[in-house]
């Protein structure tokens, strides 16, 4: 069994890692909804969905560049 010695096994591992959907999909979906929101205000269809959908998609890659990044720098210490 693979285990990490700083979090100390695979248990915390999931669900260290498993957040990374989560966050995903969250980020995604706020950013859809509030772009929906703002184009039915603006009447600006589809634009500003289209812009939510991709600025919620570039901070879930944000946020999982920043744990894999931590990750890395842990494993180097």
């Known amino acids: 069994m693979i285990r990490n010695e700083k ?4 248990k915390e591992d999931f669900s260290h890692y498993g957040t990374l ?3 995903m999909l969250a980020t995604i979906l706020i950013g859809t909804l509030a772009g ?3 184009d039915g205000r603006f009447h600006t ?3 500003l969905l ?3 959908f991709l600025l919620g998609a ?3 890659f944000r946020g999982i560049f920043r744990l894999l990044k931590s990750d890395e720098r842990d494993k180097g210490k």
């Open 7 to 10: 979090r100390g096994g695979l």
């Open 36 to 38: 929906n929101w703002l």
């Open 45 to 47: 269809e589809p634009w």
């Open 58 to 60: 570039g901070a879930g």
């Open 50 to 52: 289209i812009l939510g």
């Open 21 to 23: 959907g989560i966050e």
